[in-house]
């Protein structure tokens, strides 16, 4: 076991699941690796079917009648606001977690750390100002609509993001009185543990926020099935994305489902390159990859084309993976078989003859055991490749040559999936006009916006999921609305 990397990270030991504020212990463990080393470091609980029960059963508890379901809209956003300021206070300690956990560059993950601060701050702010409204009706009627919390909710997370993921799935849920029950992911999930902690430190009240590390197919299938919840909030793969829906289905509740995209990024001739060209390549470098919202297509128009990817390349092969110390460009991937899938995609695309533009390289400090993957640009990409369809979940750069503006349109629209994209033009009738035509959640002009965003809208349509996250849009998923109808003659 090794400790001393990054050297502030205060590693937490097993303690447990979080049920009604405390640690409860549970038999079975699951070693943690750093996957910038490759070497196990810590070891986390694995809960189960009946540990997920106490959570529920602790969450109803405080929700129906406990100390959290007393509280005004203005105290629960006091706490969340607290709870905010107490993620600043351990600034360094989280950040170091996180980058150890996820072999996030430390750059990385301060932002994720900041980013999840500001989760909570957002939504400690806006605790209080969601109102309702009165409905004019037949006479001698009051009708007014207001907004319930749905009760007890599920969030299952993953492992890209656990930082931010816990804000911007909780955050929303606490801030409209609702008690929650998180199942972070087995790859990575201190921070969520040690965030559970701080909550208690801020005066959440027993059952307001439970989480139980675990397995997915133990721990997460079981929070999935469970009847006593009453949503269930999802992010991760499509495959489970589809068992999650199933099981809501069954228990006659509602979900949001966030499944990841294959993103593009539209570059006209006339876009501005200077401008364009950091961010489309940090789009799909930024957490090695491993982001739903990952700018993973680079369309281009066939005249830029020549001009354009020369300068794509240099950037590309410029790129150094490395450990969370060494200030590298991208970090590993998240574990060894996350790394072989990537790794397979790339294999498959090469002996399938598509062209590699260029290619970064690791760090020659990197870890032996890390499960690194060099950056890499393909183009042009024929596009009824998998490359050009599929998401890798990598620092893999799908480039594919476009006509004009309607090939765009339909090569951007050409997936299952609808998460975000970006258009790169100066002629601002034509941004509008394409970005009205694109089908995702997102649609960015002249920008990029992978991850982060605390108060933007964002989700999915088709394959990406459905329902929305981040911003004032979560209150509401995260809440049904009640038509009060009171006579008064
Ligand atoms: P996954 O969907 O298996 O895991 C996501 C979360 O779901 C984890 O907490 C996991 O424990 C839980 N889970 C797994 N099986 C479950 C089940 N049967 N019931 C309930 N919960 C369950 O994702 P993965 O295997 O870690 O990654 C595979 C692929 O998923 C990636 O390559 C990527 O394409 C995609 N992914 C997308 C996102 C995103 O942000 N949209 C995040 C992670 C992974």
Redesign the pocket.
């Known amino acids: 076991m090794t400790l001393d990397f990054p050297r502030a990270a205060r590693v937490t030991p097993a303690k447990g699941v979080f049920i009604d504020n405390e640690w409860r212990a549970v038999a079975r463990t699951i070693p943690v690796v750093a996957p910038a080393e490759g070497v196990v470091f810590a070891e986390i609980a694995a809960g189960g079917a009946a540990e997920i029960d106490a959570a529920v059963a602790a969450a109803r508890r405080a929700f129906e009648g406990g100390a959290w379901s007393r509280l005004s809209a203005t105290e629960r956003g006091r706490l969340l606001s607290r709870l905010g300021q107490l993620i600043l206070d351990n600034f360094d300690e989280l950040a170091a977690l996180e980058a150890r956990d996820c072999g996030k560059p430390m750059k990385t993950a301060r932002a994720d750390i900041e980013a999840a601060a500001r989760y909570f701050e957002f939504y400690g702010g806006a605790a209080d100002k969601v109102h309702g409204e009165q409905i004019p009706f037949q006479r001698g009627y009051y009708v007014t609509g207001e907004r319930d919390p749905l009760g007890v909710t599920g969030h299952?997370?993953?492992?890209?993001y656990p930082a931010q993921m816990i804000g911007r799935t909780l955050g929303p849920a606490l801030a409209m009185g609702n008690a929650t029950v998180l199942?972070?992911?087995?790859?990575a999930c201190l921070t969520p543990l040690r965030i559970a902690e701080l909550a208690a430190e801020a005066g959440f009240p027993p059952g307001a926020i439970n989480v139980v590390p675990g397995?997915?197919?133990e721990a997460?299938?079981a929070?999935?099935d469970h009847p006593g919840i009453d949503f269930i909030a999802?992010?991760?793969?499509p495959?489970?994305?589809v068992?999650?829906q199933t099981a809501a289905a069954q228990n006659h509740i509602g979900c949001v489902l966030?499944?990841?995209g294959k993103s593009p990024q539209i570059l006209f001739e006339d876009a501005d390159l200077e401008a364009a060209l950091p961010v489309v390549v940090g789009a799909i470098v930024q957490n090695a990859g491993?982001?739903?919202s990952a700018g993973a297509r680079l369309l281009v128009h066939k005249g830029l084309w020549d001009r354009l990817m020369p300068m794509v390349a240099e950037r590309f092969a410029a790129l150094r993976a490395g450990a969370p110390d060494d200030t590298p460009d991208l970090g590993p991937i998240i574990s060894a078989r996350?790394q072989a899938?990537v790794q397979s995609f790339i294999a498959r695309a090469e002996a399938e003859g598509v062209p590699v533009i260029a290619r970064g390289a690791r760090q020659e400090a990197a870890p032996e055991g890390g499960f690194y993957v060099d950056p890499v640009v393909f183009g042009p990409v024929p596009r009824d490749n998998a490359l050009a369809r599929d998401?890798v979940?990598g620092p893999v750069l799908a480039a594919i040559p476009f006509e004009d503006e309607a090939d765009a349109v339909a090569l951007a629209n050409g997936t299952d999936y609808g998460l975000i994209a970006g258009v790169w033009t100066r002629d601002t009738a034509r941004a509008i006009r394409v970005a009205r035509q694109i089908r995702a959640g997102q649609v960015y002009v002249n920008a990029y916006g992978a991850g982060g965003g605390i108060e933007l809208p964002f989700g999915g349509v088709k394959k990406s999921g459905h329902g929305r996250e981040k911003g004032f849009e979560a209150l509401y998923e995260f809440s049904a609305l009640k038509t009060l109808v009171i006579k008064h003659d």
């Open positions: 299952i997370i993953p492992w890209n199942k972070p992911a087995e790859d397995y997915g197919h997460g299938q929070l999935a999802f992010t991760g793969s495959r489970v994305g068992m999650i966030e499944l990841g491993q982001t739903c996350q899938a998401e979940f």
